[in-house]
């Protein structure tokens, strides 16, 4: 069955990084299109970044410059790249895999992100 396992969350200090991973199996990694979602207290799940099996991203306007998609067909891995985290980042990250970066059918458990002084 497809299982995606994120890690790398945890408390950083505002202006600092982190980097997520997602680990999948149970599918055809290289050939599917995988997102990073969050969703903060009180809120919606929102789309971080998507990342086509050609390797095309996509980014939301508020991480655009700050934060990065990639992928290890290799590894069958995600990662996220944030850098320069701001306190509205806290949240917590999932990875999704579906036909789309908003056409999600599978979700990993999240890790939390929280980004305070």
């Known amino acids: 069955q497809v299982q995606l396992v994120e890690s790398g969350g945890g408390l950083v200090q505002p202006g600092g990084s982190l980097r997520l991973s997602c680990a999948a199996s149970?599918?055809?990694?290289?050939?599917?299109?995988l997102a990073w979602y969050r969703q903060a207290p009180g809120k919606e799940r929102e789309l971080v970044a998507g990342?086509?099996?050609?390797?095309?991203?996509n980014y939301a306007d508020s991480v655009k410059g700050r934060f990065t998609i990639s992928r290890d067909n290799a590894k069958n891995t995600l990662y996220l790249q944030m850098n320069s985290l701001k306190p509205e980042d806290t949240a917590v990250y999932y990875c999704?895999?579906?036909?789309?970066?908003?056409?999600?059918?599978?979700w990993g458990q999240g890790t939390q992100v929280t980004v305070s002084s």
């Open positions: 990342i086509t099996s050609t390797f095309n991203t």
């Open positions: 999704g895999t579906g036909p789309g970066s908003r056409v999600i059918n599978y």
């Open positions: 149970g599918f055809t990694f290289y050939a599917n299109t």
